[in-house]
Every structure is written in structure tokens, then in C-alpha cells.
């Protein structure tokens, strides 16, 4: 139980406190962690000496990279001392306070200042989907699919923060004659993603082995890769993404720790053939979270995180067993979660299986892609915690 008003029960009670981001008005990005409809300020707590044990400026910066940067030792005491200062009853309640602000009176803004950013393809069900949609007389999954998570380098400088808004891609699209033609996307769509933020990373020319991650993974946090279908099916082959997927890729303001998930660690799917010795796991390490896409006023789909084929173990370790170095803010998506039945999807690529189908949305109307001043939003709970969301309006091609 917490004495700040309205905050237990609202999915952002103590047992959950996101870390993140926000701007007041004419002042400077202030890190904090999110209590009920509140923002808890960070650095005023640090001046008053509440915050024992952590360098004075850990948090006087704009973004959470240097406290991401301590390591899971101070990530934890941290976290204690928060829900101490935050109990009812607790002797610093004044002070505490007086660092409190309404959500309503701030803006948040991107927390990390992200180095690198990679995207996975981890949900089976999604790769072989996408599969049969993009070579329907083909096997769908790639022989290497089984033996490691495939992924792509994104664009770090193009992950904004929820709420930005998505301009439409242009960029060359497939005609049927087999050469391009520019343009706007016609298919834009969305990946409804739970990604990871780094902590302390590992040297260049090491690895991080799967045993490590609870030292290295600070936090999770949803994520909207957006993707342009037609561009990305005239470019994908034979290196993979590019501008299909580099124009934007939206994240939430608020990175849940990954201590207040520990409780929705649950086994992953069996893995056949069982995988090499570097992505062997001996922990739990699948989220049990529920997952929606909302597209303007509808659900359009629900799905659960449980069921990734890769962990985020397994994504940390092959991204580094070559050598190249993780920091402290680098972000590791787990690529688009799909069930297994109609309406688990994660993609209205699924969902409408290509443009073949349409969704109805509340009200009548009809999408299989989506359209200008479209809105959508990603939202995900894990029992009694609430996952910051993630929401994106399409504004028109420039």
C-alpha cells in the first residue's frame, strides 16, 4: 500500500514503477519513476539525501543511462528504497512528496538516449505467417529459423517516443510486372513488440553468455515497429529490411524493471532441435503478458508474450556471441508476437493475411492496412501491473 492517492490498484502501484522520462514546462527532461497518475522526480530525492548509496548526479541528466550503466545491484536497492520512501506510514512521506508531480503536468519524453537498436523475429507463429504470405509455395521458415534468433540492426536515431506522431513512408513499391514504382506505402502497418533495455554491456571481441542476462537486462517496455509491407517485400530479399522498417519505431515512456517482472517469469515453448550450447538456457525466462492492439476504438487483437519461440536471454546472447559489444541503453525488440488462431496476430499483415481480408472496426469501417489519421495503441498487463503504452497517429506522406 503506497500513500500517493489513486496509485494502488492503477497498475502503477509499488510493486511496479517504471522508470522513464518527463519534461515541465519550460524546464529541462527530469528522470523519475511513474506512481499512479504521478511522476515521481528522481534528483530532488538524491539532493535530500533519500537516495543513499548512488553517485549524487545519477540522475540529474536527461535520459537513465548512467543509472542503467550501475548494474542490477543498484537497480535493486534502488527499487527498495522507492517502495520505502512510497509505504504508507513512511517517516519521509513530507519530503518524498515534495518531489511528486500529476502526470497531467509533464510531458514524457524518450528515457534512453539508445546507442543501438535490434530488431528479432522470435514468435513462430509470426515467421511462419509471414512465410506463407510472402512465398506461399515455400517451406515458411528459413532452414537457420530453428537455430537461432534472426534479427536485423535497426535504426536507432528513428525510435521516438509513444504519442509521436508516424509519418507515411514513400519509398519504392513492387508492381506486378516485377519492377518498382515510387511512392507512398500502401501497406503500412504495425508490430505489436516487447522489447529490453541494456544495462552494463560486455567489452568488444566478448559475449554475454545466456547466464548473464539477469546482470544485463534492466527493463522491459512495449514497442511499434512500423512497417511498410510493399517496401519491405520488394527489398527484403536478399539482405532483409531496410526502409520498410527505418522510418519510425515508437516505444513507451515507461521501462518496467525487470524485478517487477520476475513474478511472470514462466517456461518457453519447447525448442526442437534443442538449440547450440551458447543459447541453452537453465532459467524461465518466456513473460507471461497480456498483449492488444488497439486501432482507433477497437481490439483488433489479443496475444500473450509466453508463447516467443526466443528468449531475451537467447536475443542478448547471439547478438554478442560474434564480439560486438552491448552498452548501457541499447534496445533489443523481440520482433512481432502472433498466436497461434485468428485474432492473436500481431500484425494486420496476419490479421487481414495479406490485404486478403478486412477488420471491422467500431462504428463499420473496414481497414487491411492502415490509413492517414489512423490511430494506434499497444497496451500489455502482467497480473496487477500495467505496462506503459505505446500509441502512434499516421499523419500523410510529406
Known amino acids: 500500500m503506497t500513500w500517493v492517492p489513486g496509485a494502488d490498484g492503477s497498475g502503477f502501484g509499488p510493486d511496479h514503477l517504471p522508470y522513464g522520462v518527463v519534461r515541465p514546462p519550460g524546464e529541462p527532461p527530469r528522470t523519475a519513476v511513474r506512481v499512479g497518475q504521478h511522476a515521481l522526480l528522481l534528483q530532488p ?17 536527461p535520459v537513465l543511462n548512467p543509472f542503467l550503466a550501475l548494474g542490477r545491484p543498484a537497480w535493486s536497492a534502488t527499487r527498495a528504497r522507492l517502495q520505502e520512501l512510497l509505504a504508507d506510514g513512511a517517516p519521509w512521506t513530507e519530503r518524498t512528496a515534495a518531489a511528486l508531480v500529476a502526470l497531467d503536468d509533464v510531458q514524457p519524453v524518450l528515457p534512453v538516449a539508445i546507442g543501438d537498436y535490434v530488431d528479432f523475429y522470435s514468435s513462430l507463429e509470426h515467421a511462419s505467417n509471414v512465410g506463407r504470405i ?47 514504382v515510387f511512392g507512398p506505402t500502401e501497406r503500412l502497418d504495425v508490430e505489436l513488440e516487447l522489447g529490453f533495455f541494456t544495462g552494463p554491456g560486455n567489452p ?15 527493463g522491459f517496455a512495449l514497442v511499434n515497429d512500423w512497417s511498410a509491407r510493399d517496401i519491405q517485400r520488394w527489398e527484403y530479399e536478399p539482405l532483409g529490411p531496410f526502409l520498410g522498417k527505418s522510418f519510425a519505431t515508437s516505444v513507451s515512456p515507461w521501462i518496467t524493471p525487470l ?29 507471461d503478458v497480456d498483449l492488444e492492439i488497439v486501432l482507433e476504438s477497437t481490439v483488433v487483437s489479443r496475444t500473450n508474450a509466453r508463447g516467443l519461440y526466443w528468449t531475451a536471454p537467447q536475443q542478448l546472447a547471439h547478438a554478442t556471441v560474434n564480439g560486438a559489444n552491448a552498452r548501457p541503453g541499447d534496445l533489443f525488440a523481440s ?3 502472433s498466436g497461434g488462431a485468428p485474432g492473436t496476430y500481431g500484425s494486420l499483415l496476419e490479421l487481414t493475411w495479406g490485404g486478403r481480408l478486412e477488420l471491422t472496426l467500431d462504428g463499420g469501417a473496414t ?9 494506434v495503441t499497444l497496451r500489455g498487463r502482467a497480473g496487477s501491473i500495467t505496462l506503459g503504452e505505446v500509441t502512434g497517429t499516421v499523419l500523410p506522406a510529406a
Not at 204 to 218: N, Q
Not at 259 to 286: G, I, N
Request: proline share 12%; glycine share 10%; net charge negative.
Open 45 to 61: 530525492l538524491a539532493d535530500a539525501g533519500l537516495l543513499a548509496g548512488l553517485p549524487r548526479d545519477t540522475f540529474a541528466g
Open 134 to 180: 510472402f512465398r506461399p509455395d515455400a517451406d515458411p521458415l528459413k532452414p537457420n529459423w530453428r537455430h537461432l534468433p534472426v534479427g536485423y540492426h535497426g535504426r536507432a536515431a528513428s525510435v521516438v517516443v509513444s504519442g509521436t506522431p508516424i509519418r507515411r513512408p514513400s519509398g519504392q513499391l513492387p508492381r506486378s510486372d516485377g519492377t518498382p
Open 204 to 218: 568488444l571481441g566478448t559475449a554475454i553468455a545466456t547466464s548473464e542476462a539477469r546482470e544485463r537486462i534492466f
Open 259 to 287: 524485478d517487477a517482472l520476475d513474478p511472470f517469469r514462466v517456461p518457453a515453448p519447447r525448442q526442437d532441435p534443442e538449440p547450440l550450447a551458447y543459447l541453452r538456457t537453465e532459467e524461465d525466462w518466456a513473460l
Open 335 to 337: 520482433g512481432t508476437i
Open 367 to 375: 481497414r487491411a492496412f492502415l490509413e492517414d489519421g489512423d490511430t
